[in-house]
């Protein structure tokens, strides 16, 4: 893979990873909960060069009692609020697929991308545990393997909507006074064991025909829903050749299912907290682990996640040296957000090609008629835009009421 194709993210959770975060005096977290936070940081993030902000939710509440910054906006609305803010980078919002509809997702993500003018994309995750069970009451909670099934037809679903319109299916001819032409509307028929979906969307085909999906590498059943379906995976190691013996298990796995491995990235997860110099850094987050205690920092201090304490320029040496062999990207977790974006903001990782080139920026398309601008995340990333899975098939549709 060319070096120009590393791809640089950003994980933006609350005030920071770390549970103590929101204590700084810089983490601004008398404004976690107003779109001006999130417009602050994501632009932040966009002048260092990032190539996409990662924006996490959940229906649990954060673990770790009352010393913890408690309390989430949903992810979706959040990239909703920035997009108009932003230009070119792009907008991952995680959503579970447990206890929410294909179909409400389906529309949710495309309307990003509309919003974001062909920026959006969906990381897809699970809701584990009786307690977020209990938060619906529809069912019972359920094993990984069972839940990642779920997602795994919920995915196979979402995205079929996605398709159920073709590029042209809006006509809007005055003088005929069709809007729509039917035949370019499909039902999808999707019939699983979770899952019985009629379709069509009610959601013309977004910007970027699919948007990006990314998955969490986590355990087996995630792993095996990645390899099929996403276009970005996350995955998380200790070190640079645990790292690189993961990306070459995964490549060999998409191959082995009939992908093509150059067109998946696989993106590694790295703790960070940036400061003046590493010794600053390393203090700082000795004060953030004093403030935590006895809060459980386990997120933090997983054993399986790199974390790198220091400065920009400490922190471009390892990406350089990532490149080299271990991944096709990374994602940052900054322990304090709002510090290490104003670093990185002042100090962008100059040295380090990323498929943006921020921060000049890749400017996003102004019409849906751009589809093919390098603007479109799809674009950035080297894939193409797909044509409707339905599309071939039009004169073999429309029946019902449509």
């Known amino acids: 893979m060319p070096d120009s194709d590393f791809f ?92 929410t509809e294909p179909f409400h997702l389906s529309k949710a993500i495309a309307s990003l991308d509309f919003a974001s003018l062909g920026r959006a994309g969906w990381e897809v995750t699970v809701s584990e545990g009786a307690e977020q069970a209990r938060v619906f009451g529809r069912k019972d909670a359920q094993a990984g393997a069972a839940l990642w099934h779920e997602a795994d037809e919920a995915i196979d679903v979402v995205t079929r909507l996605w398709d159920s319109w073709e590029d042209d299916a809006e006509i809007r001819d005055q003088s005929t006074g069709r809007f729509i032409d039917r035949d370019k509307l499909h039902y999808i028929d999707f019939v699983g064991e979770n899952f019985s979906v009629k379709g069509p969307s009610i959601t013309p085909r977004a910007p970027q025909g699919l948007p990006i999906i990314t998955i969490r590498a986590a355990d087996a059943p995630s792993t095996a829903v990645a390899v099929r379906h996403a276009d970005l995976i996350r995955v998380a190691a200790a070190d640079l050749d645990a790292a690189a013996a993961r990306r070459a298990a995964l490549r060999a796995a998409l191959a082995a299912a009939g992908r093509d491995p150059d067109k998946v990235r696989v993106l590694l997860d790295i703790d960070i907290h940036l400061a003046d110099t590493v010794a600053a850094a390393h203090d700082e987050v000795a004060q953030l682990d004093r403030w935590a205690d006895p809060i459980a920092t386990a997120d933090t201090n997983a054993p399986n996640t790199l974390r790198h304490l220091g400065t920009p320029d400490t922190l471009r040496e390892l990406i350089t040296t990532l490149r080299a062999c271990a991944t096709d990207g990374v994602i940052l977790r900054p322990l304090a957000a709002p510090a290490a974006l104003r670093l990185l903001a002042t100090a962008p990782l100059h040295g380090v090609p990323t498929r943006s080139g921020h921060p000049a920026g890749v400017r996003i398309p102004t019409t849906r008629a751009d589809s093919s601008s390098p603007g479109m995340l799809r674009s950035r990333l080297g894939l193409a835009r797909p044509a409707s899975r339905y599309a071939q098939t039009s004169t073999a549709t429309s029946e019902g009421t449509l």
């Not at 260092?48 to 959940?58: L, M, T, Y």
């Not at 009352?66 to 997009?83: P, T």
Request: charged share 15%.
């Open 8 to 99: 640089l993210g950003v994980e933006l959770t609350g005030t920071g990873v770390h549970p103590a975060s929101w204590r700084r005096d810089d983490s601004r977290a008398e404004d976690l909960f107003t779109g001006g936070y999130w417009v602050d940081t994501v632009a932040a993030a966009e002048s260092a060069g990032v190539d996409a902000v990662f924006v996490p939710d959940s229906f649990g509440v954060q673990q770790g009692g009352a010393g913890v910054a408690r309390g989430v906006l949903d992810a979706i609305a959040i990239a909703a609020r920035v997009a108009a803010r932003t230009h070119g980078i792009g907008l991952i919002a995680q959503a579970a697929v447990t206890h």
